[in-house]
RNA sequence: CGGGGCGUGGCUCAGUCCGGUAGAGCGCUGCGUUCGGGACGCAGAGGUCCCCGGUUCAAAUCCGGGCGCCCCGACCA
C-alpha cells in the first residue's frame, strides 16, 4: 500500500474528546475514525490490524475443534421470549419492529440461536462435542460508551459456543478455551490476567473474564499478592477472621444528633466503624410476583456492599437503590435505620456473615437522631438470608490463602461461561444419549472484543512517538520510507517496494514527496514494527536502512539482501512474542 | 438517569462575559526555494459559527427549547 494513496491521514493533533492513549493514538494514526458515541469506522490500516487479530482468533480457535459459523444479526423476539432475556434485559437491547410489526432484536450475543440450531441438528450424543464460532458484528446499547474503543457499542466480536453430553464434556471445551484465551493474548502481544467473574446476564454457574491490567481499566479486580487468587470485584471473596470472643450485652437506644453516616456516628461516639453495622435499601425485582421488593442489606460499617452478591442473595433479577419514601414506607428512618421494628413484610433482609457472628453491634434506632448499641443478629433481629455480600478491599485477607489482596484496575478482553442447560432447555435442544434417554445438551459460551483488543494492545505497545505495534497486529509488517530527492532514489525505492511485495511481505510505502519529519514521524505513528529506510545517504554508503520500531539504532542491509533481512527480522519478532518476550 | 464540560473551515482552538456581521495555528491547492526527525517564501481556496424559535435596527455572542459529543457518578442511608 502506498502512503500516498491510503484512505485515512495522519493527523497532528488528536481529536479533543479523546482522552485515553489508545484512543488519541489510533485516531492519529488513521487507524479508526469515530461516527456516533461508541460508534467508530475502521480505517484501511485498523481494518487490518482486526483482520490480523481475526486470523490468531481463527487458528486458535480452529485448534480447539472450532467451526466457523455465521449467524443473524437480526432475530425475532420469539427466540428470546423464549428464554426469557427478552424480559429480563433492559433496553442495552435494540428492538425494533419490522414492516408487519413483529418485534425484532439486534442481537448482542449467540446463545439462543445456537441453541435453536442445535435443537434441530444435534439428535446423537455422537455428534457431540461440537464448537462453532464465528466473528460478527454485535450492537449493545451501553448506558455510555467510553475510552475509545475500550466501551463501545457496536463492536466485532468473537463468540464460540460450546455443545456437549455432560458437564464433564463442558469443562473440557472450557479449559481448552482458557488455555487458547491465554494464547491469543501472548500472540497478541499482551498478558491476560484470568478472574473469576459474575455470570451477569449469561445465567450459568462458573465465568472467567481475562483481563487486560490497565490503570484505565474500567472494572475492579482483586489479586492476591502471594497465590494465584484473582477474580473480579464483583464476586471477589474474603476472608474474614474469626468471630470476636464478645459476650452479647444488653441493647441500649442512645441520641446521636446529626449522625447519619457512618463517619459521623463513629467520631460523634467515639468508636470504630468496625463497630457499627451498615444498611443499604435495594428495590429488587423479582421472579415470581413480578413485583418490587425492598431489600435490605447489613454489612459492617466499615465495608461496602456488594451489590452483586446482594443480588443473588436476596434471589433478585435486578437490583437499584431505594429512594427515600420506599424506605420510610416500611418505617425506616433513613440515616438512622435498622431492621428491628421495620414492616419485613415483602422485604428481604440479607446480613454479611461477619455481621450474623459479631455480637454488639451499633444500628439505627429508626428514629431520628437515635442509634442503638449492642445490637445483635439472631437476638435481636433474624437475617432472611445470611452470606459474603460485603466487597472485598485492598488489604482484606485472601480467601485462598489468608495474605493480602491487591485492588487493581482492568479491562475485559474476553470472558467464557459455563452456561449448563438453561438455554438448551428453553429452545428444546435435546440429544438422545446411550441409554437411549432425551437429554438437554449443555451450552458453554465463550467472547472476545476484536476492537477491545486492539485497543489494549494499542494501550500496551506505544511510546511518546506514537504506536509500536507487534508483528502479530501490526496492519504491516514493515514501513518503506523513502526519503529520495532524485529519480534514481525514488526508483531503487520503487524496486524495493515491488520485491518486497513478490517476497510476499507486507508493505506500506511513503511515496510521498513530503519533507524527511514528516515521513518519518508518521511511520512513527503509524507502528510497523519495522521501518526500512532508503535516501540517497543510504544509497551512497551501501544500500538501505533497516530498524525496528522500539529500537533506535539502524542497520545497513545491502540492496540485494533487503528481502532476506526483512523477511528474518520478521521471524525474529514473530519468535520473541511466541516465547512471550513481548 | 444525576453532575460537570463542550459544540466556530478537514484538525486543534480564540472570539461569547460586554451584540456591530468571523479569526489564528496546523492541514489543503499553485509556484519557487529547501530536503535525514513535523522546512521557508509568495499567492490562494475553504465556514448553514450544532438545530429551531425568540429579543433586537443588528445575534457566533443575549433568552427559551431541542440535538449531539466528552468526562465523572449512578450501593455506602
Redesign the pocket.
Known amino acids: 500500500m502506498r502512503v500516498s494513496h491510503l484512505f485515512g491521514?495522519?493527523?497532528?493533533?488528536?481529536?479533543?474528546?479523546?482522552?485515553?492513549a489508545s484512543?488519541q493514538l489510533l485516531v492519529?494514526a488513521g487507524y479508526v475514525r469515530?461516527l456516533?458515541?461508541?460508534?467508530f469506522s475502521y480505517l484501511p490500516l485498523g481494518q487490518r490490524a482486526l483482520l490480523k487479530i481475526a486470523r490468531i482468533l481463527r487458528e486458535e480457535l480452529d485448534a480447539i475443534g472450532g467451526q466457523e459459523v455465521s449467524l443473524p444479526v437480526v432475530h425475532p423476539a420469539e427466540l428470546w421470549q423464549a428464554t426469557g432475556r427478552w424480559y429480563e434485559i433492559d433496553d442495552t437491547m435494540a428492538r425494533f419492529q419490522d414492516r408487519r410489526g413483529r418485534d425484532m432484536v439486534l442481537a448482542m450475543t449467540h446463545e439462543e440461536v445456537v441453541a435453536q440450531i442445535a435443537s434441530t441438528e444435534v439428535q446423537s450424543y455422537r455428534q457431540l462435542p461440537i464448537l462453532v464460532y464465528q466473528i460478527q458484528t454485535k450492537f449493545r446499547d451501553e448506558?455510555?460508551?467510553?475510552?475509545?474503543l475500550i466501551r463501545v457499542r457496536e463492536f466485532l466480536m468473537k463468540d464460540s459456543y460450546s455443545l456437549d453430553r455432560d458437564h464433564e464434556g463442558l469443562q473440557r471445551q472450557y479449559d481448552a478455551h482458557y488455555k487458547a484465551y491465554l494464547e491469543i493474548g501472548h500472540r497478541a502481544g499482551l498478558t491476560l490476567l484470568p478472574v473469576l467473574s459474575d455470570v451477569g446476564m449469561m445465567g450459568g454457574k462458573v465465568a472467567h473474564e481475562f483481563m487486560y491490567v490497565t490503570a484505565i481499566g474500567e472494572d475492579s479486580l482483586v489479586r492476591c499478592s502471594a497465590c494465584d487468587y484473582s477474580a473480579n470485584l464483583e464476586v471477589a471473596r474474603f476472608d474474614r477472621g474469626d468471630a470476636p470472643d464478645e459476650a452479647p450485652k444488653p441493647i441500649e437506644r442512645v441520641h446521636t444528633p446529626a449522625s447519619?453516616?457512618?463517619?459521623e456516628l463513629s467520631s460523634f461516639l467515639g468508636v470504630e466503624p468496625a463497630r457499627t453495622g451498615?444498611?443499604?435499601?435495594?428495590m429488587g425485582t423479582f421472579p415470581d410476583p413480578s413485583k418490587e421488593r425492598l431489600v435490605v442489606?447489613i454489612v459492617r460499617g466499615d465495608?461496602?456492599?456488594?451489590?452483586i452478591q446482594v443480588q443473588r442473595h436476596a434471589g433478585a433479577l435486578a437490583?437499584?437503590?431505594?429512594?427515600?419514601e420506599e424506605?420510610e414506607e416500611v418505617g425506616a428512618v433513613?440515616?438512622f435505620?435498622s431492621p428491628i421494628g421495620i414492616d419485613r413484610s415483602g422485604a428481604v433482609v440479607v446480613v454479611d456473615e461477619l455481621v450474623a457472628m459479631s455480637p454488639n453491634l451499633i444500628l439505627?434506632a429508626n428514629e431520628p437522631d437515635y442509634h442503638l448499641l449492642n445490637t445483635s443478629c439472631g437476638r435481636d433481629y433474624e437475617a432472611d438470608v445470611v452470606g459474603e455480600i460485603a466487597?472485598a478491599f485492598e488489604g482484606a485477607s485472601c480467601p485462598e490463602c489468608g495474605e493480602t489482596l491487591q485492588l487493581i484496575r482492568g479491562v475485559e478482553v474476553g470472558n467464557i461461561f459455563q452456561l449448563g442447560t438453561k438455554y438448551s432447555e428453553a429452545l428444546a435442544a435435546y440429544y438422545t444419549d446411550e441409554d437411549g434417554e432425551e437429554k438437554p445438551i449443555v451450552l458453554g459460551s465463550y467472547g472476545i472484543g476484536l476492537g477491545r483488543l486492539l485497543a489494549c494492545v494499542a494501550e500496551e505497545h506505544r511510546d511518546e512517538?506514537?504506536l509500536a505495534l507487534p508483528v502479530s497486529v501490526a496492519p504491516f509488517e514493515v514501513s518503506l520510507v523513502s526519503?529520495a530527492?532524485s529519480g534514481e532514489t525514488a526508483a531503487a525505492a520503487e524496486d524495493l517496494y515491488e520485491r518486497l511485495r513478490a517476497g510476499g511481505i507486507q508493505v506500506l510505502f511513503d511515496d510521498r514527496?513530503?519533507?524527511?519529519?514528516?515521513?518519518?514521524?508518521?511511520?512513527?505513528?503509524q507502528g510497523m514494527p519495522l521501518?526500512l529506510?532508503?535516501?540517497?545517504?543510504?544509497?551512497k554508503?551501501g544500500g538501505a536502512?533497516l530498524?525496528r520500531r522500539t529500537e533506535?539504532e539502524?542497520r545497513l542491509i545491502p540492496l540485494e539482501d533487503v528481502v532476506d533481512a526483512v523477511r528474518a527480522e520478521i521471524a525474529a519478532l514473530e519468535a520473541e512474542l511466541a516465547s512471550g518476550v513481548a
Open positions: 491521514t495522519t493527523l497532528r493533533e488528536a481529536p479533543g474528546d479523546a482522552e485515553v484512543h492519529r469515530q456516533a458515541a461508541g460508534i448506558l455510555r460508551s467510553r475510552g475509545g447519619k453516616t457512618i463517619a451498615k444498611i443499604v435499601f435495594f442489606a465495608m461496602d456492599a456488594n451489590p437490583l437499584r437503590p431505594a429512594r427515600d424506605i433513613p440515616g435505620a439505627g466487597t512517538r506514537g526519503l530527492k514527496d513530503a519533507s524527511p519529519g514528516v515521513k518519518l514521524n508518521d511511520a512513527d505513528l521501518r529506510l532508503v535516501s540517497e545517504r543510504s544509497l554508503a536502512e530498524k533506535s539502524a
